[in-house]
């Protein structure tokens, strides 16, 4: 059985790339936006929008109250969010837990005003063959970005 693996899934939102890579790079609105989902998300190094910071989030998966701490990567030329986690709940089925967020505008110009599309993908490696893949780990981060895209319209 194989111990990584790749999930991706890639979303249409009625929000523009821009504003949706803006969020997602801030994160500390993303709570309000998405309420049922994550519930609060804090910087424990570094600062809100700089590459290399480390945040801690507390969410509900399948009804659990989980949390992961990660540290986070922008590339705002391609409209990047790369977090890597390091210590959680993911971190225990995990040895390796990737999520990457890409937003890419539909129209050249970003205007907004036909939305966009936002590449999600999950990499990772379990610790052990019983570790199941990180498909409820997708499910979740796509209902998280269908409840921006709604907000953020």
């Known amino acids: 059985m194989a111990m990584k693996g ?15 890579y ?7 609105d993303i709570p309000k936006l998405t309420a049922e989902n994550i519930h609060k998300v804090e910087v424990q190094q570094g600062d809100w929008e700089t590459t290399g910071s480390i945040k ?5 998966l399948d009804g659990k109250l989980e949390v992961l701490k990660e540290k986070t ?9 790369t977090v890597i986690g390091v210590d959680g709940d993911p971190m225990k089925l995990y040895k390796v837990y990737i999520g990457k ?9 970003d205007a907004g005003g036909n939305g966009c599309f936002v590449t999600i993908t999950v ?4 610790l052990n063959p019983a ?13 998280v970005v269908h409840d921006l895209g709604e907000a953020l319209a």
């Open 6 to 20: 790749k999930l991706q899934s890639v979303m249409e939102v009625k929000a523009s790339a821009n504003k949706v």
């Open 22 to 28: 803006q969020v997602w790079k801030a994160s500390y």
């Open 56 to 60: 801690y989030w507390c969410y509900t």
């Open 73 to 81: 990567f922008f590339e705002d030329e391609k409209k990047l969010v």
């Open 101 to 109: 967020f890409e937003m890419k505008p539909k129209d050249d110009d």
């Open 123 to 126: 990499e990772y490696e379990k």
């Open 131 to 143: 570790s199941p893949p990180a498909y409820k780990y997708l499910d979740f981060l796509e209902s």
